[in-house]
């Protein structure tokens, strides 16, 4: 089973700054990659597919990129209603498909 | 883009079954993969196992072999899946999701509770 390591686990950011959440798969995913955002009491939401693709209606300041091990999700200007936890998750080869275990990104 | 509504909260003793359901709407029922995933309290996302209803065919992690069973009903536009022997480590909220690999559509999720 391919583990997703993410780092920092939990993030303190000012409104109007960027944002670099990383994400490292245990064996290469190739871009086998996606980012996921849930907010607190709600279903996670798709940000980033294939590691750079966006979602629909996804706002530009969200961005992914990365393959073979290493990928980050960046937001360019934090909003505030960015405040989430981020999920990386690895669909390389064969199942089982799994997760990292979270950023959480808050408010300074 | 597919529409995804489950059941309510379930209360289950150790040992029991549950059932939720996921009816879908706004797409073609069968032509989509739906994917079963878990998030127990607190804690990251687990996929538990999927199905294509076109084919019938489904996939399950290995962790939950023998006590999981992923079905679809074409004619009400549901999947279904159902967990057996429960022990306490299997409260989470679950989740459909459209999509095999990754999931573009979420359902709001479903509590279930294993409590004696």
């Known amino acids: 089973e391919i583990v997703m390591t993410q780092s920092p686990a939990t993030l303190s950011v000012s409104p109007g700054e960027r944002v670099t959440l990383s994400c490292r798969a245990s064996q290469s995913v190739s871009n086998n990659v996606a980012w996921y955002q849930q907010k607190p009491g709600q279903a996670p939401r798709l940000l980033i597919y294939?590691?750079?693709s966006r979602a629909i209606s996804l706002p530009a300041r969200f961005s992914g990129s990365g393959s073979g091990t290493e990928f980050t999700l960046t937001i360019s200007s934090l909003q505030s209603e960015d405040l989430a936890v981020y999920f990386c998750?690895?669909?390389?080869?064969?199942?089982?498909?799994?997760f990292g275990q979270g950023t959480k990104v808050e408010i300074k | 883009q597919v529409q995804l509504v489950q059941s309510g909260a379930e209360v289950k003793k150790p040992g029991s079954s549950v059932k939720v359901s996921c009816k879908a709407s706004g797409a073609i029922f069968s032509s989509y993969a739906i994917s079963w995933l878990r998030q127990a309290p607190g804690q990251g996302l687990e996929w538990m196992g999927g199905i294509i209803p076109l084919y019938g065919t489904s996939n399950h992690a290995q962790k939950f072999q023998g006590r999981v069973t992923i079905s679809a009903d074409e004619s009400t536009s549901t999947v279904y899946i159902d967990l057996s022997s429960l022990r306490s480590e299997d409260t989470a909220v679950y989740y459909c999701a459209s999509g095999d690999n990754w999931f573009q559509s979420w359902g709001q999720g479903t509590l279930v509770t294993v409590s004696s």
């Open positions: 294939d590691a750079s």
């Open positions: 998750q690895q669909y390389s080869s064969r199942p089982p498909w799994t």
